[in-house]
């Protein structure tokens, strides 16, 4: 069994390499960041997560790559690899829903000033008629933080994404467009159909079609497979079930996987070519993405601090540390994921925790500062 998955990683690795996720010879920047071994380490054994990937990345080059603990701690045991694959959570909303956004605004299929009614006509109720895409993307359209999940699978079962958007569709804004800042799954999930109703996919084929592929982002997937499950990282133990595979968001579930707040599933090699992607303007091996305007309102501010997807000067950046500059964006996931990427000096760094495994008591908010601050502070 140990061989079998062995020659497995082995293979992946070689597709990694040929992707664009090769590892840098500086010695000086891996004895640099050789530090952050330990604060995973001291994270592990304060109980904080049972494992962790973590790559930094500077311009076309990674500089450190390691794993930590276990992808699995409960009911059995199985150690991290490199090549783990872990539920996005979050990061969903950038990495696939907001930049599936932003390439149907390259391809004019639609205009970010928008009303969101014209894509979701049931939407425009309530004091919603004004909301517009841009309102969505940076969490201002007035709509409520999250909703009650259980109601809705005891009322109408496990999956019911179209109840989950009648639901939405039917609530009052709680404050004008533009207006507050209350960051919002709810929206989009929205944005989710937003995108279907503007491409005729949905948000998985969408993205897959237009992202994932062109970057040969191969471990990256809504609703992975079930031959990917040795390879992912569990969330929690729910009513004796272990998700590894199966999105952790409630909602997410609801909606069969596929939804605009969570439901991705993608390894640290990957999520480095999609950095590099965005630190390129757009284009990664001859292959352009997104246009530079595009990546502009991708990854900086906007509104209330928060870029069309990415997250720049919000109360939700502490992520990003002290010493990033003021280009620097991130985002964060529940289940313990985060990126932080620095245009200044091409840097990023890829943080992928399970830190709701096994109880959903786990913490990753130390290691985000502690490393992100040993990446982009200064040498002394």
């Known amino acids: 069994m140990q061989l079998t998955k062995t020659v497995h990683i082995s293979l992946v690795l070689s597709v990694s390499?040929?992707?664009?996720?090769?590892?840098?010879?500086?010695?000086?920047?891996?004895e640099r960041l050789g530090s952050i071994d330990a604060v995973v380490q001291e994270e592990i054994e304060k109980g904080s997560f049972p494992g962790a990937v973590v790559l930094v990345g500077q311009a076309d080059e990674i500089i450190y790559w390691r794993a930590f603990g276990?992808?699995?701690?409960e009911p059995y045991s199985e150690a991290m690899s490199k090549e783990t694959i872990f539920d996005m959570a979050s990061l969903t909303k950038p990495v696939a829903t907001a930049t599936s956004i932003m390439i149907l605004v390259d391809q004019k299929k639609i205009e970010l000033t928008d009303y969101v009614g014209k894509y979701v006509p049931d939407f425009s109720c309530h004091g919603k008629e004004q909301v517009r895409i841009e309102h969505l993307l940076t969490h201002t359209s007035g709509l409520p933080a999250y909703t009650n999940a259980n109601e809705l699978k005891e009322q109408f079962g496990s999956l019911c994404p179209d109840k989950v958007i009648e639901k939405i569709c039917r609530m009052k804004a709680l404050s004008k467009p533009g207006e507050e800042f209350r960051y919002s799954c709810l929206g989009y999930i929205v944005l989710a159909k937003v995108v279907e109703a503007a491409s005729g996919q949905n948000l998985a084929d969408f993205a897959a079609e237009n992202i994932f592929q062109p970057l040969e982002m191969r471990r990256t997937t809504f609703n992975p497979p079930e031959s990917w499950t040795k390879d992912i990282a569990a969330t929690q133990l729910l009513e004796q079930q272990l998700l590894r595979g199966i999105v952790h968001d409630p909602l997410a579930r609801l909606m069969g996987g596929v939804s605009g707040n969570a439901g991705l599933f993608s390894s640290a090699c990957d999520l480095s070519v999609y950095c590099q992607m965005l630190l390129n303007n757009g284009t990664l091996n001859g292959v352009r993405v997104l246009s530079p305007d595009a990546v502009a309102m991708l990854t900086t501010v906007r509104s209330h601090g928060r870029a069309y997807g990415f997250d720049v000067s919000s109360s939700y950046s502490w992520v990003k540390g002290s010493f990033t500059s003021e280009q620097a964006f991130c985002h964060t996931g529940y289940t313990g994921t985060s990126i932080v990427c620095d245009p200044a000096s091409k840097s990023y760094v890829i943080i992928l925790t399970n830190r709701t495994h096994p109880h959903d008591e786990g913490t990753s908010k130390a290691i985000r500062v502690q490393v992100a601050d040993m990446v982009f502070g200064k040498d002394e």
């Open 17 to 30: 390499l040929a992707m664009g996720c090769r590892p840098c010879a500086n010695s000086a920047a891996e």
């Open 70 to 73: 276990h992808e699995v701690a």
